[in-house]
């Protein structure tokens, strides 16, 4: 076994109130750091953390729900605009917002997340021929959209791709060959909308399709995660009927097509997204998530993550699950840790995080006794205090609730960082973790309790002489 070293949940602090701040948390909702990236525009002395938040979590999942339920659409979509904050290194829980969702307009109140970020050097939009280094944000809600920022600053946001009003979301982003491309997802599978996408642009403003049929497989609903490994692009698939897939292409070999590499969800089929990656000490690795926990489709659930990595032959092994090489089972020995959200290597180390379904799963215990009690036809009032002989703070310990964070530096042996959402068990999950130049180490939470968290580690002293 490794010694224990990295970073330790005592090394990190928060750096933000709940959801940034009180007044718009409560107008906004800002459930989750969605997409979170360091930024540092050409030219800049400094650069700077950004945040793209994810609004009424909870109230999207009901629509999302209630949809695939009935095959019918809800009349109203119950979104919150969302918002792009930045952070200073130095400042003092400084967090200036630099876009908001509702200067947009109209088409601002179809839209409730920024799911994802990436730089990329791009032409400008003067049109002159020259490349700047710009900051990308993609979202999510009835439409999915691009903007993007030379400076990323407020005022500086430009809209440069859409994918018209079809339920989409662009959570997958990734550089390539030079060139950037998109994976579409669709969250919604009862309505009539297209299998995943790929899209490509050698500019970054002008986009075209590279692949619009699933890799020929009606099922795989969404691209979930690209990256550049070993010459080719990858891409990991949503496909909760058959488990997810993920294929290579774009390699070098330009008239090559795409091959599969992955099938059936890897180590199991239940395992319906292959939701993030990265390449760490020579192989890439994929983790994978089940949505909410259970896959309403297929009838199963309460089953954790897995993780597997895939060498440059394209012979894969499983890391964490069934017969893993960590001895770890799936979700790290937790049924309820349903997502591995977020990889991220920190100085030599890499890093993973998870969903806990727990703290859901510990709300609906606390209020079981009132809810069965309105079943009965006593028709009491589910209250925030229902009877019960155990208060919400013990169903959350005892179910072990609260997002965790592990971590390796071989990539076999796994060390715990938090398993108790870094305190508040609230923070069901971890959803966005960041490395800065600096050697400062961030993380964003998911919490749609009390309004997401940032929390930050600096690098130790000795590490700083070091440098």
């Known amino acids: 076994m490794l010694p224990e070293c990295g970073l330790r949940s005592a090394d990190f602090v928060k750096i933000s109130e709940n959801g940034f701040d009180a007044e718009d948390n409560e107008t906004d909702l800002n459930d989750y750091a969605w997409s979170m990236l360091w930024f540092q525009p050409d030219g800049a002395k400094e650069g700077h953390l950004y945040v793209g938040t994810g609004n009424n979590i909870f109230g999207i999942a009901n629509y999302i729900t209630e949809t695939n339920q009935n095959g019918e659409e809800p009349t109203e979509l119950p979104s919150r605009p969302p918002e792009i904050r930045r952070y200073t290194p130095g400042s003092s829980n400084d967090w200036e917002k630099v876009f908001d969702y509702k200067d947009v307009g109209d088409d601002g109140l179809q839209t409730y997340g920024f799911r994802r970020m990436i730089a990329y050097r791009?032409?400008?939009?003067?049109?002159?021929?020259?490349?700047?280094?710009?900051?990308?944000?993609?979202?999510?809600?009835?439409?999915?959209?691009?903007?993007?920022?030379?400076?990323?600053?407020?005022?500086?946001?430009?809209?440069?791709?859409?994918?018209?009003?079809?339920?989409?979301?662009?959570?997958?982003?990734?550089?390539?060959?030079?060139?950037?491309?998109?994976?579409?997802?669709?969250?919604?599978?009862?309505?009539?909308?297209?299998?995943?996408?790929?899209?490509?642009?050698?500019?970054?403003?002008?986009?075209?399709?590279?692949?619009?049929?699933?890799?020929?497989?009606?099922?795989?609903?969404?691209?979930?995660?690209?990256?550049?490994?070993?010459?080719?692009?990858?891409?990991?698939?949503?496909?909760?009927?058959?488990?997810?897939?993920?294929?290579?292409?774009?390699?070098?070999?330009?008239?090559?097509?795409?091959?599969?590499?992955?099938?059936?969800?890897?180590?199991?089929?239940?395992?319906?997204?292959?939701?993030?990656?990265?390449?760490?000490?020579?192989?890439?690795?994929?983790?994978?998530?089940?949505?909410?926990?259970?896959?309403?489709?297929?009838?199963?659930?309460?089953?954790?993550?897995?993780?597997?990595?895939?060498?440059?032959?394209?012979?894969?092994?499983?890391?964490?699950?069934?017969?893993?090489?960590?001895?770890?089972?799936?979700?790290?020995?937790?049924?309820?840790?349903?997502?591995?959200?977020?990889?991220?290597?920190?100085d030599g180390w890499l890093y993973t995080s998870t969903f806990d379904d727990a703290t859901a799963v510990a709300e609906l215990l606390y209020q079981l006794p009132a809810a069965i009690e309105y079943l009965q036809g006593q028709q009491k009032r589910i209250t925030d205090d229902p009877p019960t002989l155990l208060t919400r703070e013990a169903w959350l310990r005892m179910t072990k609730a609260g997002g965790d964070i592990f971590k390796t530096q071989d990539g076999v042996h796994w060390l715990p960082v938090t398993q108790d959402g870094l305190g508040n068990r609230d923070n069901y999950g971890w959803r966005t973790m960041e490395s800065a130049p600096d050697g400062t180490f961030y993380l964003g939470s998911a919490n749609p309790y009390d309004g997401l968290e940032i929390w930050k580690a600096e690098p130790k002293a000795e590490e700083v002489e070091q440098q």
């Not at 997958?172 to 060139?179: L, R």
């Not at 997810?244 to 590499?261: I, N, S, T």
């Not at 964490?320 to 349903?338: L, P």
């Open 122 to 346: 791009a032409v400008d939009s003067d049109n002159k021929g020259g490349r700047s280094n710009y900051l990308y944000a993609a979202t999510q809600g009835i439409g999915a959209s691009i903007w993007r920022s030379k400076t990323g600053d407020a005022g500086d946001w430009e809209q440069v791709h859409s994918t018209g009003p079809n339920h989409a979301s662009i959570r997958a982003m990734a550089v390539h060959d030079g060139k950037l491309y998109l994976g579409y997802a669709y969250d919604i599978v009862n309505v009539d909308i297209p299998p995943a996408e790929i899209w490509v642009s050698d500019n970054g403003v002008d986009f075209e399709p590279v692949m619009q049929d699933g890799f020929g497989n009606e099922n795989n609903r969404g691209i979930e995660t690209l990256f550049s490994f070993n010459d080719w692009l990858f891409a990991g698939t949503k496909n909760d009927k058959q488990g997810y897939e993920v294929w290579k292409l774009q390699g070098p070999d330009k008239g090559a097509g795409a091959v599969k590499v992955v099938e059936h969800g890897g180590p199991d089929s239940r395992n319906e997204a292959a939701g993030t990656s990265v390449v760490f000490n020579g192989k890439l690795y994929i983790g994978s998530l089940i949505y909410y926990g259970f896959n309403r489709r297929e009838g199963y659930g309460f089953k954790g993550c897995d993780i597997i990595r895939i060498d440059e032959n394209d012979e894969w092994e499983t890391v964490v699950g069934k017969n893993s090489i960590s001895g770890y089972d799936s979700g790290f020995n937790f049924f309820t840790n349903a997502y591995c959200w977020q990889f991220k290597e920190h």
